[in-house]
């Protein structure tokens, strides 16, 4: 009898092994089937296009840019082969916030998941225009969102503040290489050994220089007709404008006051592209009278049509003259070489 109870509980001791071992045995399978999926490589970065040495034409001192942000796009469904926009959204837990010294290049280290696929944005600023890591401050001169929800790829913009008050921006796409083999900007982590991205220069320049101006004109304003305020960093394309109908403060850029019978202004621009070409006016001040004259300046292909200015990125627009031609018209120089991170202006 108790032989037979000994069997017994035997039996049901190594029945029950068996199925622990069998639910061990699938965790363990399920385990390693997962562990790709979740492990996190480390990616060395190198930005480059920091030489900050270099001075802008339309101001004396070099360049501020000294914070970058690299911000990771991860595909959403990867069960598409395709590398549409549409289906990559920022990654901000991946995403780094880093300053930079003045240095040609600078190195980095990105954490991305091996298997997922990415893009990597790279934008380039100054310290005091903007934070990621303290995105409500109320220093931060721009934003970075999308044009709607939710954000993805084909819909991220550059927000400014003001669209008269832009701040110097860089941009980027990361390339990504295999030692010395170029896979492309769309990459998996575990199939790359590092990644490269060069910062060109995203803003556009505006230069106006007016000489010989009489002592009875107490000031001189800067106003455009339309203006872009915010942008899709890759596509250039503008998502935010202000318009013709809106109110001059939102499109004024400064007044000045004359010095040594001359003005000078100097501004950055969100490129406006052909669609979102602009007038300029000159609001000029007698005591207490005011009059607008429209800046007129000679057509020249791809820069201006019909006194409306064409501002590119990379590009620097110079209008001076006379006051006495304050009604002819202004002449016209320009220069824009996108195949480099020079500051393409009047030198």
Not at 112 to 137: M, R
Not at 316 to 332: A, D, P, Q, R
């Amino acid at each position: 009898m108790n032989n037979n109870i000994c069997f017994k509980y035997a039996k049901w001791q190594c029945l029950l092994c068996s199925i622990a071992i069998l639910m061990l045995s699938g965790c363990s399978q399920n385990e390693i089937a997962e562990e790709p999926d979740r492990q996190i490589i480390s990616v060395p970065v190198e930005i480059t296009g920091l030489q900050t040495n270099k001075e802008k034409s339309i101001e004396t001192q070099p360049y501020t840019v000294n914070r970058v942000l690299l911000l990771p796009f991860k595909k959403i469904d990867e069960s598409i082969s395709a590398n549409n926009e549409s289906n990559f959204a920022p990654d901000y837990t991946a995403a780094r916030q880093v300053n930079v010294s003045a240095l040609t290049s600078y190195m980095t280290m990105l954490s991305l998941s091996a298997n997922s696929t990415y893009k990597i944005l790279v934008i380039g600023y100054n310290q005091n225009d903007y934070n990621f890591n303290d995105q409500s401050n109320v220093n931060n001169k721009f934003s970075i969102g999308s044009v709607n929800n939710p954000t993805l790829l084909n819909n991220i913009q550059l927000l400014t503040k003001s669209a008269a008050s832009v701040p110097e921006f860089f941009i980027a796409t990361c390339q990504s290489y295999n030692n010395t083999n170029i896979i492309g900007e769309y990459f998996k982590p575990s199939q790359i050994k590092t990644l490269k991205g060069n910062l060109t220069r995203l803003v556009s320049g505006l230069n106006i220089e007016i000489t010989n101006i009489p002592t009875y004109v107490t000031s001189i304003t800067l106003v455009a007709e339309k203006l872009v305020k915010g942008i899709q960093p890759v596509s250039t394309i503008a998502t935010v404008v202000q318009l013709a109908s809106d109110a001059d403060n939102l499109k004024t850029f400064s007044t000045q006051i004359p010095a040594s019978a001359k003005v000078s202004f100097n501004h950055y621009l969100l490129p406006t592209l052909d669609l979102n070409k602009t007038k300029l006016y000159l609001d000029v001040k007698y005591g207490v009278f005011t009059e607008r004259y429209i800046i007129k300046v000679p057509d020249t292909s791809g820069v201006s049509s019909g006194n409306s200015i064409i501002f590119s990125p990379n590009h620097v627009v110079k209008i001076s003259g006379n006051y006495s031609n304050i009604n002819i018209g202004f002449v016209l120089s320009y220069s824009i070489n996108l195949d480099d991170n020079n500051w393409d202006g009047i030198q």
